[in-house]
């Protein structure tokens, strides 16, 4: 992925956090409620939201350094982490499946790779840049 497309993911992940967040505290809040699932909800919403900043942020790193190729790879963890993570959150808050809650680590665990991506992006390319 290059810069712009990793900032457009990132803006279409972004209004997807938006609506979410503002269907689950308007159009869903009684039914959490009374699942008692309010806060599942929500710690869904802050995961999606704080990595589609992070990928956003990666798109304009992106931009700036075109040769940080492993770039890609943190922004791919971080989607990842976003659909899995706060994908079965989403979903066990709605359904009440339980299992959902096995496998949102998953998901913790492409967040975890996506930052760990960007450090290596760092590390591997700490070469002096003169002018």
Known sequence: MNGKQIIMAAGLFGALAVGLGAFGAHGLAAILAETGRTETFETAVKYHFYHTLAIFLIGVLKLVKPQWKSLAFATWCMIFGILIFSGSLYILSLSG??????????????????????????LKNDQIETN
Do not use: C
Request: glycine share 24%; aromatic share 24%; hydrophobic share 60%.
């Open 97 to 122: 499946i339980t299992w959902w809650g096995a496998v949102t680590p998953l998901g913790g665990v492409g967040f975890i790779l996506g930052w760990l991506g960007l450090f290596y992006s760092a």
